[in-house]
């Protein structure tokens, strides 16, 4: 048995309300919600299981040879979007798994396919969810391959970088380090951009647990770069405030001030649903899966960078709250002058009475 899993990753901008979504989805369209089948219910913790719908299959011609592939489109309350492409071969030995893998290329002769699948899936949900239009060109990319045995044709570094080429002892350990089992018989290698299962049982909870873990780090890289873009818009309208007059420049301020906390609160609530869209608990095994792939897949540098522009955003919230108040404190202490001197005015006029 073989198996080839193409994931495209992408992000709409905004949450979706899963429930309903079934509900309306479930009148035109077969779906179901993800779960977890080989572990105990409480071993995975999900909030709100994503929503599956199964698309028309695809077939595509590579090398050649017409390919059928499974779609299946994932849909996470988070607001992204995972559309996968499989191909299986029940009978399908290791070497042909290399020799399918090698041919197509990466996911180069799946790239037109993955756009004409998000731009149908685009249409099916446009009348039941508010959603920005889809980046096309912003997406996170994994490919999942599987079999239910190694042997001497199946190289496992070639396997994961796509490519028959000589790799050097030392990158092949770069590439093949990341490797889990859980009995003698299964492994989980796990790479930046492809993963190699290998175990008897079609291994469908780590190859979920996977996908999990691309779209936390979609995700991170999403508002990562929509708070990069907040920002800038951030300094440009400071700069602009500061050119008016004192008054005028205040009330901007405000407004600045508001909008910064309005994003302040959004992507927090936003990245702690993110962070904590899936947690493995009494599972070691899923756990440490689970575990390798975001830190393979360098998560948390694109959780630091989300940290450290949010802390940003509160340090110049407090600047311009401060300077603000001194504004203020002068405004007052003008009016205090004025009226004071208004009332020495008032004394003398009514001492020439």
């Known amino acids: 048995m073989i198996a080839i899993r193409n994931y495209r990753i992408y992000d709409i901008g905004r949450e979706i309300d899963i429930d309903l979504l079934e509900r309306d989805l479930a ?3 077969p779906t179901a919600r993800t779960r977890f089948l080989r572990v105990k219910p ?11 719908l199964k698309m028309d299959p695809a077939r595509l011609n590579i090398d050649g040879a017409e390919i059928e592939f499974s779609v299946i489109a994932r849909i996470y309350v988070i607001g992204a979007i995972s559309l996968c492409f ?51 060109e912003f997406f996170e990319d994994y490919t999942v391959y599987v079999t239910d045995r190694l042997d001497d044709a199946l190289d496992p570094a070639i396997l994961l970088i796509g490519e028959r080429t000589e790799i050097s002892a030392q990158m092949r350990e770069e590439i093949t380090r ?10 989980a290698m796990l790479s930046w951009d492809a ?18 873990a691309n779209v936390q780090v979609l995700e991170l890289r999403y508002y990562d770069r929509e708070m990069s873009r ?15 007059w004192r008054f005028r420049k205040m009330r901007q301020y405000h407004g600045i001030m508001a909008t910064q906390m309005e994003m302040y609160a959004e992507i927090s609530e936003i990245t702690e649903r993110v962070n904590n869209l899936i947690k493995v608990t009494e599972d070691i095994y899923y756990a440490r899966v689970y575990a390798t792939a975001l830190r393979v897949l360098r998560s948390n540098l694109w959780s630091e960078s989300v940290d450290r522009k949010i802390e940003v955003i509160q340090e110049n919230y407090s600047m311009l709250s401060d300077e603000v108040r001194i504004q203020h404190s002068y405004f007052l ?21």
């Open 195 to 212: 993963a190699l299962f290998c175990n008897p049982e079609y291994p469908v909870d780590l190859i979920d647990l996977v996908e999990f």
């Open 86 to 136: 499989v191909y299986e071969d029940p009978g399908g030995a290791p070497g042909q798994l290399m020799q399918t893998t090698l041919s197509f290329a990466g996911q180069d002769m799946l790239a037109g396919a993955f756009d004409s699948y998000i731009r149908r899936l685009e249409e099916t949900l446009a009348p039941h969810v508010r959603m920005h239009r889809i980046d096309r």
């Open 27 to 29: 009148i035109t369209h």
């Open 230 to 244: 907040q920002m800038e818009k951030m300094y440009d309208d400071i700069e602009q405030a500061d050119r008016l």
């Open 333 to 353: 202490e003008w009016i205090i002058i004025i009226l004071i001197a208004l009332e020495f005015g008032l004394a003398i006029w009514r001492s020439f009475e």
């Open 178 to 187: 990341n490797t889990l089992s859980y009995t003698p018989h299964d492994l």
């Open 42 to 52: 409480k071993s995975i913790m999900i909030e709100d299981p994503p929503l599956i």
